[in-house]
């Protein structure tokens, strides 16, 4: 595909109120709800670069580095780093806000990849990325490296499905222990 975008066309904001329902017995954003904001952000930003449907591939990491405390403002910001032939890139960073003080800090930063899918259902083609700016490019240089990486995990998971199959594992432990 000869098709090039900018990361501005596709870069996502989402800003949430974090309110007692979504947080913990410590007062802070669950992980699991953080997640899902993850995902949904880096998917839409994926949509909005492919104007496809696009699938999560896979997530490198989630480093939660501080909590999100009720009250706060939890503001997600999601764009694509990176594009190869039908897969994409995307970075994710989650900043907290206190309200009353403005103090802004970094709780969360997360590298996902998503897979453009056609009509057929199969993978497709993606426009080619352009970064622009110098943290953009930081990151468009950095993740041929990052993707090299995630081949080789790629390989080891498939490794790993060949080892252990889908038999139910407690049905494993409940046939040796009548051994
Ligand atoms: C992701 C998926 C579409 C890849 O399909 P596939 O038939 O294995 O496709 P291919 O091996 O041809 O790979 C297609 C692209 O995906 C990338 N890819 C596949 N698995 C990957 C992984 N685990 N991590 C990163 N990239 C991956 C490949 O590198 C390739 O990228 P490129 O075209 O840019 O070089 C398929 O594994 C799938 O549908 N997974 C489930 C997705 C899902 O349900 N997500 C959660 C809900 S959205």
């Known amino acids: 595909?000869?098709?090039?975008?900018?990361?501005?066309?596709?870069r996502i904001f989402k800003s949430s109120h974090v309110l007692p329902p979504d947080t913990n017995n410590h007062g802070t954003l669950f992980g699991g709800k953080l997640m899902a904001y993850i995902d949904d952000v880096a998917a839409l930003c994926a949509r909005k670069h492919s104007r496809c449907n696009a699938v999560t591939a896979?997530?490198?990491?989630?480093?939660?580095?501080?909590?999100?405390?009720?009250?706060?403002?939890?503001?997600?910001?999601?764009?694509v780093t990176w594009t190869h032939k039908t897969s994409m890139e995307i970075f994710v960073r989650?900043?907290?806000?206190?309200l009353f003080s403005?103090?802004?800090?970094?709780?969360a930063t997360s590298f996902l990849t998503f897979v453009a899918i056609g009509d057929d259902g199969r993978p497709t083609e993606v426009p080619k990325i352009i970064p622009q700016t110098e943290v953009e490019k930081?990151?468009?240089?950095?993740?041929?490296?990052?993707?090299k990486v995630r081949k080789q995990r790629r390989v080891q998971s498939k490794n790993l499905?060949?080892?252990?199959?889908?038999?139910?594992?407690?049905?494993?432990?409940?046939?040796?222990?009548?051994l």
């Open 102 to 107: 403005g103090e802004r800090i970094v709780c």
């Open 1 to 10: 595909m000869d098709q090039v975008k900018t990361v501005s066309q596709s």
């Open 94 to 98: 989650v900043l907290a806000e206190d």
């Open 138 to 147: 930081f990151l468009h240089q950095t993740a041929p490296d990052r993707a």
């Open 161 to 178: 499905i060949e080892k252990i199959g889908s038999t139910l594992l407690w049905e494993e432990d409940v046939k040796s222990s009548e």
């Open 58 to 79: 896979s997530t490198d990491s989630i480093d939660f580095i501080k909590p999100v405390k009720v009250d706060n403002e939890v503001c997600l910001e999601a764009f």
